[in-house]
């Protein structure tokens, strides 16, 4: 039988919709899964939605839903953007699932037969959006919480602890024995020092709110989340089940899969995956997984991500703007996996234009365009090899050996630069051989073949490599090679092998696999459809004003006399408008949506004591109000006729 391989992704609050985080972690998890199957493993992938706790509750309370009903419309956000990525998981949990809940209150009331749970009061600061309760001494500066710097409040309430401190001997234990548990080493040495510190019993119950799974037996507590939460990587394979008739009857799955071989997780909850869970993991007397792999986090042009900088970058634009393959390739690509990165577009459109379009995309056209043109596209023999074949040769061996070395470190970025040199070395490669200047010699033919089935068969190796990463690009690639889209388990066993390609065999047809990327038209794009993201969360995030505040704003009916397009600019109007006292020029973006002809005439609101600002090069004294939808339509604030210009609105 197969060796097995289970790997899972944090499952994600449903208080927020998917942001690049999240696409981020499930796209390496995908990427493993994928390399794990194209290399015969029987391979279960695990994702879904925490759906408990008190920042849902919170969330769904300031929509005007039940909990429940935010997590049913937030969890098809993620069904739509992990179908349309691609993601190959084989289940999907819910923790509100009814599978999920009664292993949890199974999972709890074993610990407490076990001894390992008792009832007590817990007292300390407690941090509502991080759902942690911290010590004095863990505390920030000024009592603020330590992990988001918000404020903490005192808290006492009667609990549940787990007898967590028990295991701290045993658990550095495991950590010293198994190198590797704790991927990267520099997260280890974290979590060895915070052990080290001494591990103090952990509370895993809340009297203080409701939305969560009941404590079997004391239906005024719920089970802490973390405890609710990371149940879900044994609950989804039916550990223990005993479940009918809702769920799993038996725990077939949990014997075949279980112990994972990679939780991957973000570096902020490290601590709950390498502490929490593998302590509650010895009480149950369960395996350990065999390795928590923490990624580092994403900055947005060296900043933060936060809504209320509306600098949150949404998958689903980006996929609109950039395609599939691309977005999981630079996310891959452009930070080792561990590490914090940055993100921007212009490094993204660079890295399709550099890496994509030109090394690989040209590589491809030019050779096979070639075959096309010298050899009717079908695959010449390979019979003439030289040294340089040769070298090209072992480099393809040598680059599946680096293949396999850098995905069981998880080193996406390294898997991946390796595959490019070999990119680099083809089109290399061509440039000295000149295909095209031995096509001029007819004595040269056999020669020629060799040259041009050299670099067909670095395509289908290459289209073998990068299966996992962009699955529908090798699926391009390999119809282009006329092979079959499949990619199966021979082709990974063929990955270090050369001169695969059937000679005589007929290519598909060749099209580009990555178009180029027009940099100012993708950025004004992405700008266009940034601004309204980012005008409500502005909205969502400004503190109340006094009137007094409001009353600086000097708002007013202006009667537009004149109205004309500013030259060589689709976006902008100049408007002269008459404000009872003058006449005055304003600049407005507002091309889009009317044209001069329905503005003159009409009677606008406009804030009158703006500071000028120069657009264009013509000064815009003044500013229209518009109510700008989610997609950029302007819907101008008309007065009706004959409200005489100057007239104060307020
Ligand atoms: N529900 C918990 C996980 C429970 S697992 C048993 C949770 N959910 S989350 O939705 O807040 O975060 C999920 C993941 O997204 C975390 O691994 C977190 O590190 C990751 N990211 C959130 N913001 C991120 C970036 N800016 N960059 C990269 N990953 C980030 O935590």
């Not at 991080?130 to 609990?159: H, I, N, V, Y």
């Amino acid at each position: 039988m197969s060796e097995r391989f289970y790997i899972s992704t944090p499952i994600y609050y449903v208080n927020d919709v998917p942001h690049i985080g999240h696409t981020y972690t499930t796209i390496a998890a995908d990427t493993m899964a994928r390399y794990q199957r194209m290399c015969g493993k029987d391979t279960y992938f695990l994702t879904g939605t925490d759906e408990h706790g008190q920042k849902i509750e919170q969330a769904a309370q300031k929509r005007g839903m039940s909990p429940l009903q935010l997590a049913d419309e937030v969890v098809q956000r993620y069904h739509k953007l992990w179908s349309l990525i691609g993601i190959t998981n084989n289940d999907f949990i819910r923790t509100t699932e009814p599978r999920h809940k009664k292993i949890v209150q199974q999972v709890f009331q074993k610990l407490q037969a076990a001894g390992d749970i008792y009832a007590g009061d817990y007292e300390g600061w407690y941090c509502t959006p991080c759902e942690a309760f911290w010590t004095e001494s863990q505390l920030g500066e000024g009592g603020l919480c330590p992990d988001c710097g918000r404020p903490t409040a005192r808290m006492k309430e009667p609990t549940y602890f787990f007898r967590m401190s028990k295991y701290q001997d045993q658990l550095l234990a495991h950590i010293e024995a198994n190198p590797n548990f704790i991927m990267p080493e520099s997260r280890k040495n974290e979590i060895v020092s915070f052990i080290k510190e001494g591990l103090r019993d952990l509370s895993v119950s809340r009297t203080s709110f409701s939305w969560g799974v009941e404590v079997p037996n004391d239906p005024k507590h719920v089970i802490y989340v973390w405890i609710d939460a990371l149940t879900n990587y044994i609950s989804a394979l039916g550990y223990d089940a005993r479940i009918e008739p809702a769920g799993y009857v038996d725990d077939s799955l949990f014997k075949k899969y279980w112990p994972a071989d990679f939780h991957l997780v973000g570096k902020d909850i490290v601590r709950f995956h390498t502490v929490y869970w593998p302590t509650m993991l010895m009480a149950l007397g369960l395996p350990l997984p065999k390795h928590v792999f923490a990624h580092g986090w994403w900055t947005v042009e060296g900043q933060k991500m936060s809504k209320s900088l509306g600098n949150v970058v949404n998958p689903f634009q980006m996929i609109d703007t950039f395609g599939v393959d691309v977005v999981r390739y630079f996310l891959l690509r452009e930070v080792t996996f561990g590490l914090d990165g940055d993100f921007s577009y212009k490094a993204l459109i660079h890295r399709t234009n550099g890496d994509l379009a030109n090394d690989l995309g040209n590589l491809v056209t030019r050779s096979l365009g070639m075959i096309g043109r010298y050899f009717d596209g079908i695959v010449p023999p390979a019979d003439f090899c030289e040294q340089a074949d040769e070298d090209i040769q072992a480099l393809i061996i040598h680059t599946a050996n680096e293949y396999h070395k850098y995905f069981a470190e998880l080193a996406f970025n390294k898997v991946l630069a390796s595959v490019w040199a070999l990119v680099s070395a083809l089109n290399k490669y061509i440039d000295e051989m000149q295909p095209w200047a031995l096509a001029k010699d007819e004595s040269k033919r056999n020669r020629l073949g060799m040259v041009l089935y050299t670099v067909a068969d670095g395509l289908r190796a290459i289209s073998n490599f990068i299966a996992p990463f962009m699955p529908d690009s090798a699926k391009k690639l390999r119809a282009q090679l006329g092979m079959s889209t499949e990619i199966a388990f021979a082709d990974a066993v063929e990955l270090a092998n050369v001169n695969e390609l059937k000679a005589g065999s007929k290519l598909g047809e060749v099209v580009a696999l990555f178009p180029r990327l027009d940099e100012k038209e993708i950025m004004a794009k992405i700008q266009a459809e940034a601004a309204p993201v980012a005008d409500k969360a502005a909205k969502d995030e400004k503190p109340q004003i006094a009137f007094d505040d409001f009353a600086k704003v000097n708002l007013v009916a202006g009667f537009v006399e004149d109205a004309e397009r500013v030259p060589k600019s689709d976006k902008l109007l100049k408007l002269t408008v008459n404000d009872g006292k003058a006449k005055r020029i304003i600049v407005s973006g507002i091309a889009a949506t009317y044209a001069p002809e329905d503005l003159k005439g009409k009677t606008l609101a406009f804030v009158e004591n703006l500071k000028p600002v120069k657009l264009m090069g013509i000064q815009s004294n003044g500013m229209v109000l518009s109510a700008t939808d989610a997609a950029g339509k302007h819907n101008l604030l008309f007065l009706p006729d004959g409200v005489p210009a100057g007239t104060i609105i307020k």
